[in-house]
């Protein structure tokens, strides 16, 4: 038992191990299907070659792995010679053409890939174990219903070996010789029907249990040869690859030297938007000055201020000949919206404009520009009544001494006492 658990744990390691390194196998992946045909006789009681039948089948088989693969099989052996020997469980068959059908699973294991490794591509020449069980089938003659009954059920084991050569570049194509052994596992279970009540219930002399066993007297020898085609897989190969990328520690230092680059940058990034954000209060104040001044001035025009209405202003920034909002100034177009949205009866006032340089032409359209995307932000994204938004573009200014500080939609949010 510590034997079959080790080396159970073994296989297991070894699965695993692979796993690691070999690119992700897809449900269809690796599947082929075998014709496969030869001779078929029993293991003793019988001359070997003189009692050969004929027999043929199809594998439909898929690797798991490349040390694993598991298959189902169909076979069909024809009645081409007698195994009738009366005291032999063989006994008189069918004289239709086909007397014996197996169908079953089956697993493999690749020994050469299992002991050497696995180099990304099968061997020329390859050596696999077989194993496997399923129902059998035997048609019996109508003068033998008596001894035997009718068509006999039972169940059957199987073991043997793969010789495989594997042809092209791609190894699309298998041939292989395919040794095994097949046992009947219930042969004994029919005595019963022979007319001989003392011989019936018998085994070689003792007793039979009823159970099914694996006897040399009720197994037969294959020797059958096959011809496998691979399916071509989802990795563009007809055989199981290795993952593409193989990290090694350097790699992984080497990424995490990246994340935590970028996480220092995106700390940089924090500190430049703190910085924004202290010369847009910068600018606030700056602007309450110039809007002061501009007061003075006015003072003695006709100009009506409403003093019952509540003012202030935001500014959004933008970029040399630009339009758009950047993601550093979206904060500012939310304060306004989060604002109109705590004051119901507020209303929005956006202006645009644009520094003295270039043209005079291309500074109006930018003002227009820049108004207009506020306005469009506060209604497309942050749901604003287009009723509450007015906007338009004032032109050129120089009201800072900056320049670039003249690049600017000023939002004066206006609220009625």
């Known amino acids: 038992m510590k034997k079959i658990i080790l080396t159970l744990a073994l296989l297991m390691g070894v699965f695993a191990a692979q796993a690691q390194s070999l690119e992700q196998n897809k449900f269809f992946d690796n599947m082929s299907v075998t014709l496969k045909g030869g001779a078929i006789m029993p293991f003793q009681g019988y001359a070997f070659w003189p009692s050969a039948r004929g027999i043929f089948g199809m594998e439909i088989k898929k690797q798991l792995t490349p040390v694993f693969g598991m298959g189902v099989e169909g076979e069909a052996t024809i009645n081409t010679t007698s195994w009738e020997k009366p005291d032999k469980y063989w006994g008189p068959k069918s004289p239709n053409i086909i007397d014996h059908t197996l169908a079953g699973l089956f697993g493999t294991v690749n020994l ?3 002991f050497a490794g696995y180099a990304g591509k099968p061997r020329a020449f390859e050596l696999e174990g077989v194993i496997g069980a399923g129902w059998l089938h035997a048609f019996h003659r109508a003068e033998a219903a008596n001894m035997y009954g009718n068509d006999y059920n039972s169940w059957y084991t199987k073991a043997g070996a793969n010789l495989n050569f594997n042809f092209g570049e791609s ?13 009947d596992m219930n042969g004994d279970i029919m005595i019963p029907y022979r007319d001989n009540t003392n011989a019936r219930a018998r085994w070689n002399g003792e007793p039979h249990n009823g159970k099914s066993q694996m006897n040399a007297n009720h197994a037969a020898v294959e020797l059958e040869a096959g011809l496998t085609y691979h399916f071509k897989g989802s990795n563009g190969e007809r055989y199981i690859t290795f993952c593409p990328y193989k990290y090694s520690q350097d790699d992984i230092d080497a990424l995490n030297g990246q994340i935590n680059g970028l996480r220092n940058q995106l700390n940089g990034l924090q500190g430049d938007l703190d910085a924004a954000n202290a010369r847009n209060a910068q600018l606030q104040r700056d602007l309450d000055a110039a809007k002061k001044a501009a007061n003075a001035k006015s003072a003695n025009t006709t100009e009506i201020i409403d003093n019952s209405a509540k003012y202030m202003n935001v500014l959004v920034h933008f970029k040399v000949n630009k339009t758009n909002i950047t993601a550093d100034q979206q904060p500012n177009v939310e304060r306004v919206a989060q604002y109109l949205k705590n004051n119901p009866t507020a209303t929005v006032d956006i202006k645009g404009y644009a520094s003295p340089e270039g043209p005079k032409d291309n500074n109006i359209k930018l003002a227009n520009g820049r108004a207009e995307a506020v306005k469009n932000m506060l209604i497309n994204k942050y749901k604003i009544d287009p009723a509450r938004i007015t906007a338009k ?21 206006i609220v009625k006492k």
């Open 112 to 114: 050469g890939n299992l």
């Open 171 to 183: 190894r699309a194509i298998t041939f292989s010789l395919k040794p095994a052994v097949v046992w």
């Open 393 to 413: 573009g004032c032109g050129e200014t120089d009201m800072f001494e900056e320049l670039s500080w003249n690049r600017v939609s000023i939002c004066e949010l």
